[in-house]
């Protein structure tokens, strides 16, 4: 079974720990105060006062249970994919950085523009969830996607999704547009301090809080490394020997086959003593076909019956007439005998 990414879980672990006292409480009718849920928006004149923690803490904040749900699937789309491809450590680290980058550049556009537009505060992860689309697009050798059923250019999928995304209340399009604006520039290189080596993820692995995150049950810790990511994904491609169920399948003979080899074998032991007296063994590389040239009462007609190859084969001639030619044996008391066997030896 596929478990979810830890840094993902916790992301909608902390959302519904933020909104959901305040949308319960709107559910049952009690009503709360107006600065409950707008106590970790962004706005601008509240972080000018000195209300930083508005940069973070507004991608946890929902106002309506239908966002807090859509919220929920980008999350696990979206972020998800983006911490499967640079880790846990990385995934942490990029969404503090897009989230406050992208609040600052919310902030900038809506100073300028708020004299012409009214606009609403930002809210939720999905400018977050922008940005690292953008991000993990800029950096992808695709170059071309189908999408609903129509074939795009990959740089042209985040902003038709950008347009789809006014369906969600509570939307705002100016931090959605703020986080392909970040992804981008992160993307395409411009952004470089953002990025730290494989070898400082492997290493902050191993240190607090990530290193407590790797022992909590039922979630997949991301390792840093890319060695490691691949070394994961192919365990489970390849998966470990006798991990899955077989069945081995056998097929009985036919039965018209198993009737003839019952009377050639009441006709063998009718026909006098046995053919060979203490026989050496003699085992052949192939199998031994055994035909009956009889014509028996019952009307069998005449048939070629394969036997294993661990028989023997007699090396001499005895007094009954046993003869050996190559690649045959001829079994019987002379050539008028209504019983003759033919062993091929292959």
Sequence with gaps: MERFPVA?????????????????????????????????????AAVQEGQVYRLVTYIFVYEDVISLVCSAVIIWYFAGSFEKMVGTVKHSFLTLAFAISLALLYLVLRTMASSLLTMMDAEGFTPVAFAMLAASIARSR???????????????VP??????????????????LC??????????????????????????????????????????YVPGSLAERRAFQNQKLNPVPGSYPTQNYHSPPPPLLTMHMQHLNTQILASGPPCFQNPTPHHTAGAMCV???????????????????????????DDLGAHQTPGFLTIGGSSKSEDVCQVHVG
Excluded at 145 to 156: K, S
Excluded at 160 to 171: D, H
């Design 159 to 176: 902003w038709l999704l950008l347009c789809m995304a006014w369906i969600i209340p509570n939307c705002s399009f100016l931090a959605n």
């Design 8 to 44: 993902t879980c916790l992301t909608i672990l902390l959302s519904l720990l933020v909104s959901g006292p305040g949308l319960l409480q709107r559910s049952r009718g009690n009503g709360l105060p107006d600065d409950f849920l707008s106590a970790f928006l962004l706005r601008p």
């Design 179 to 220: 986080g392909l604006l970040i992804g981008n520039i992160y993307g395409y290189g411009y952004c470089f301090a953002l990025d730290f080596s494989e070898s400082t993820a492997s290493c902050l692995d191993q240190k607090f809080p990530f290193r407590l995150l790797k022992r909590i049950p039922g979630i997949k």
């Design 142 to 156: 695709m170059k071309r996607t189908v999408l609903f059923g129509v074939n795009f250019q990959m740089t042209f």
């Design 291 to 317: 035909q009956n040239h009889s014509h028996s009462s019952a009307g069998f007609p005449s048939a070629s019956h394969f036997v294993g190859a661990n028989s023997w084969v007699p090396e001499k001639t």
